[in-house]
């Protein structure tokens, strides 16, 4: 009786042990973004040809950018036009891209402009 006691404990302790060495190897599954100036760029040609996923483009305007002050602004104008602008959504390929009106698109070519600006300034 002593014994299936010992041996039942022990059993439960490299369970918890295996499960806790589990969740300290497995590596994070969250999502994350990382963007770079031409990323910007071919974002920004997506959103005004009307061929951006609704999905990338709420990825962008949603998780606020702290490691890069000129990336954070270009989120801050993308977001002001998310809440300003009119837009709509269609299906393309079978996946659901937004289109935005005109005044959208003007404010997303100045917004590419000036990406395009600054990469081949830096570059």
Do not use: N
Not at 34 to 49: H, N, R, V, Y
Not at 88 to 102: I, N, V, Y
Request: a neutral charge.
């Amino acid at each position: 009786m002593i014994v299936q006691l010992i041996v039942s404990s022990a059993l439960l302790c490299l369970l918890l042990l295996g499960l806790v060495l589990f969740y300290i190897k497995r590596p994070e599954k969250l999502p994350y973004y990382i963007f770079s100036p031409q990323d910007c760029i071919e974002f920004l040609t997506k959103a005004i040809k009307g061929e951006l996923l609704e999905h990338e483009w709420h990825a962008f305007v949603g998780v606020a950018l702290r490691g890069d002050e000129e990336l954070e602004k270009l989120r801050k104008s993308c977001l002001f036009i998310d809440e300003y602008c009119v837009k709509r959504t269609h299906l393309l390929h079978s996946r659901k891209c937004l289109a935005f009106d005109d005044e959208a698109k003007i404010q997303l070519q100045k917004l590419l402009d000036e990406w395009r600006h600054k990469v081949s300034y830096v570059a």
